[in-house]
T-cell receptor
Framework: GESVGLHLPTLSVQEGDNSIINCAYS??????FIWYKQESGKGPQFIID?????DKRQGQRVTVLLNKTVKHLSLQIAATQPGDSAVYFC???????????FGRGTSLIVHP | DAGVIQSPRHEVTEMGQEVTLRCKPI?????LFWYRQTMMRGLELLIY????????DSGMPEDRFSAKMPNASFSTLKIQPSEPRDSAVYFC?????????FGPGTRLTVL
């Protein structure tokens, strides 16, 4: 899996804007992808998932897009709110494995 | 459901002491994971249990670390002796298939 360096990528947005958080993965055999949100002082929390037979999946204010050709995953958050401020992780699994590989987190900062 | 329960939430100890972290997974989940999170290395998988059996412990840093799962509702992660570089947040997570549910973590500080 990927390693996380000392400095997390940071996305800074204004309240009400739409946010897009990106994630690249390397394993072409990955067939299941998950986005997690980790607020300060808490454990990661599941947001949304998508299987490799889909390109897009929508939840409440969130949309995940999967581009298998370039091995790219994105999380879109509509009308971003201060409560969305957190670190967001993507994770991938392949072939029925129970062990996900977590990607590098992205810190989202929402300014009121 | 109370979710994954971890104790203690915070632990401060001195180098050389034994530390035991505890986890109660969500009832009915058959997989349990221990992770360590630091700013330098991010979220690292230490060990994975399935049906109480350790399946993958390749992430356990060294022999000072050990984990047990005596039954489906309890697991421990032990560090003996502890060292300052073990300072981190340790998470337990459980799952029944795909989605992992994480506990609140134990923040360990080794002085």
């Amino acid at each position: 899996g990927e390693s996380v360096g000392l400095h997390l990528p940071t996305l800074s947005v204004q309240e009400g804007d739409n946010s897009i958080i990106n994630c690249a993965y390397s394993n072409s055999a990955s067939d299941y992808f998950i986005w997690y949100k980790q607020e300060s002082g808490k454990g990661p929390q599941f947001i949304i998932d998508i299987r490799s037979n889909m390109d897009k999946r929508q939840g409440q204010r969130v949309t995940v897009l999967l581009n298998k050709t370039v091995k790219h995953l994105s999380l879109q958050i509509a009308a971003t709110q201060p409560g969305d401020s957190a670190v967001y992780f993507c994770a991938e699994k392949s072939g029925g494995s129970y062990i996900p590989t977590f990607g590098r987190g992205t810190s989202l900062i929402v300014h009121p | 459901d109370a979710g994954v329960i971890q104790s203690p939430r915070h632990e401060v100890t001195e180098m050389g002491q034994e530390v035991t972290l505890r986890c109660k997974p969500i009832s009915g989940h058959n997989s349990l994971f221990w992770y360590r999170q630091t700013m330098m290395r991010g979220l690292e998988l230490l060990i994975y249990f399935n049906n109480n059996v350790p399946i993958d412990d390749s992430g356990m840093p060294e022999d000072r670390f050990s984990a047990k799962m005596p039954n489906a509702s309890f697991s421990t992660l032990k560090i003996q002796p502890s060292e300052p570089r073990d300072s981190a947040v340790y998470f337990c997570a459980s799952s029944s298939y795909n989605e992992q549910f994480f506990g609140p973590g134990t923040r360990l500080t080794v002085l």
